[in-house]
């Protein structure tokens, strides 16, 4: 299965803002989704939210085709702000 990854502006701001060592740890957590990582299920919404030390990346996982499947990554943050705009 091939997977097409969409950050949208807000997680890429926040990446953007870290250092360079930081961001290759995101980024390399991001395009290992979503097959590996520390994932878990957001209750009552249709979220996953992926664990890269102190930072939370928010995605979805939706499927586009039978062969394409779009991770669209939607929010990123430390850890104690990102809940706050689920």
Same mark, same amino acid.
């Given at each position: ?7 949208? +502006? %807000?997680?890429?701001?926040?990446? !953007? ?7 290759? =740890? &995101? ?12 994932? +878990? %299920?957001?209750?009552?919404?249709? !979220? ?7 930072? =939370? &990346? ?29």
């Amino acid at each position: 299965m091939k997977y097409r990854y969409n950050i949208r +502006k %807000k997680a890429m701001k926040f990446i !953007q803002k870290q250092n360079a060592e930081q961001q290759k =740890r &995101i980024f390399r957590a991001i395009y290992l989704l979503p097959l590996t990582g520390d994932i +878990k %299920k957001l209750s009552g919404t249709s !979220q996953f939210r992926l664990r890269v030390g102190d930072y =939370r &990346i928010l995605f979805d996982v939706v499927p586009e085709t039978n062969e394409l499947t779009l991770v669209d990554i939607t929010d990123a943050g430390n850890r104690r702000q990102i809940y706050n705009d689920v």
